[in-house]
T-cell receptor, first 113, second 110 residues
Framework: DTEVTQTPKHLVMGMTNKKSLKCEQH?????MYWYKQKAKKPPELMFV???????INESVPSRFSPECPNSSLLNLHLHALQPEDSALYLC????????????FGDGTRLSIL | GQQVMQIPQYQHVQEGEDFTTYCNSS?????IQWYKQRPGGHPVFLIQ?????EVKKQKRLTFQFGEAKKNSSLHITATQTTDVGTYFC??????????FGAGTQVVVTP
């Protein structure tokens, strides 16, 4: 069982759709992350929020828009995605953003038609 | 920074055998973390090594941090089918695409 909850688990969307991925943790962690993982590859960091503020944006296209409404929630808004964006999207959290172990959610498996 | 290099990328092990996976960096690391990802699962934190020459054990898993803090290893003794998965080392100081090593995918045959 994971302490980081992601919804939905699976998502299929067209290139013109708008959807959101959600992530929630109740461990009191103040850093939250979005990763993208392709098959047989390591996770690639997309965004880091530290104390609800965006601290790192790894040159991610603007069709991905993160949001951190409060310290427990993290969203990833998707719009006009491309087929190459199909991947497993992982959310993680850690106590702080400084060299702390990360707790990952189960991920959302996203397919773009 | 540069991505930590992990070898081997693929490890086929007979049940009961031992194996080791290595993580190497061209620069000195402040610390290193290891994660395991089961097939179809998510990465799970295993250990963090901070001190030069540090050795930590978790049952059949032994983690080591090199004296120069440029390499690390994970040794598994008496491999079991539950050890199947991909083991990643992570350099927490290298954000982004360089953060995780490529991983060692472990397959165990009975």
């Amino acid at each position: 069982d994971t302490e980081v909850t992601q919804t939905p688990k699976h998502l299929v969307m067209g290139m013109t759709n708008k959807k959101s991925l959600k992530c929630e943790q109740h461990m009191g962690h103040r850093a939250m992350y979005w990763y993208k993982q392709k098959a047989k590859k390591p996770p690639e960091l997309m965004f880091v929020y530290s104390y609800e503020k965006l601290s790192i944006n790894e040159s991610v296209p603007s069709r991905f828009s993160p949001e951190c409404p409060n310290s427990s929630l993290l969203n990833l808004h998707l719009h006009a995605l491309q087929p190459e964006d199909s991947a497993l999207y992982l959310c993680a959290s850690s106590r702080t953003s400084s060299n702390q172990p990360q707790h990952f959610g189960d991920g959302t498996r996203l397919s773009i038609l | 920074g540069q991505q930590v290099m992990q070898i081997p990328q693929y490890q086929h092990v007979q049940e009961g055998e031992d194996f080791t996976t290595y993580c190497n960096s061209s620069t000195t690391l402040s610390n290193i973390q290891w994660y395991k990802q089961r097939p179809g699962g998510h990465p799970v934190f295993l250990i963090q090594l901070v001190k030069s020459g540090e050795v930590k054990k978790q049952k059949r898993l032994t983690f080591q941090f090199g004296e120069a803090k440029k390499n690390s290893s994970l040794h598994i003794t008496a491999t079991q089918t539950t050890d199947v998965g991909t083991y990643f080392c992570e350099d927490p100081d290298s954000w982004g695409k360089l953060q995780f090593g490529a991983g060692t995918q472990v397959v165990v045959t009975p």
